[in-house]
């Protein structure tokens, strides 16, 4: 048989692919939930927005992944004058990209079990987003 070594390019590529986001799936994120009480809302925010919140698997800053930019987030939200911590205990409408409202809300579970501060907090550093 003749071995191409474009195919096999491409399946090595394709294996690496399908191993890095097994990595990403399995990857438990820490639990932070201790508040130093030094720390700042922003400096609380980001660290539920990256824990236990798991915005960060579906929000990067300044690209769409899943979910739109914290960039394009924070700009509408300052033009709407809208309240994060509302959207996200469901007492809001969908403003940014209304079509996919529904892959939103799944994570509304977990927001709404938060306490107010923490909602505000995942506010405070979504808006700190220039
Ligand atoms: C499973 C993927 C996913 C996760 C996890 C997720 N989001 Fe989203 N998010 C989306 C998608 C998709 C949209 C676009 C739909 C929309 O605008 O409602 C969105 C939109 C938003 C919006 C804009 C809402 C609006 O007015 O349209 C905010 C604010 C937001 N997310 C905050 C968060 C925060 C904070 C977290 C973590 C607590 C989070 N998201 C976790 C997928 C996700």
Redesign the pocket.
Known sequence: MKVYPQLLLIIVVTLTMISCNEKAANQIPVDQTEISTKQTPKELGRE??EGK???A???KADIKV???SIQE?AK??REKE?S?AA??NEE??????????E?????FA??KAMSTEERKA?EVY?MSFE
Do not use: R
């Open positions: 539920l927005f919140g798991m915005c698997s579906c929000h899943v979910g739109p987030i509408i939200y809208a994060i959207f996200i809001g409408e969908p403003l940014v990209d209304p079509s996919q409202y892959i939103m809300k799944t994570n977990i927001t995942l979504v």
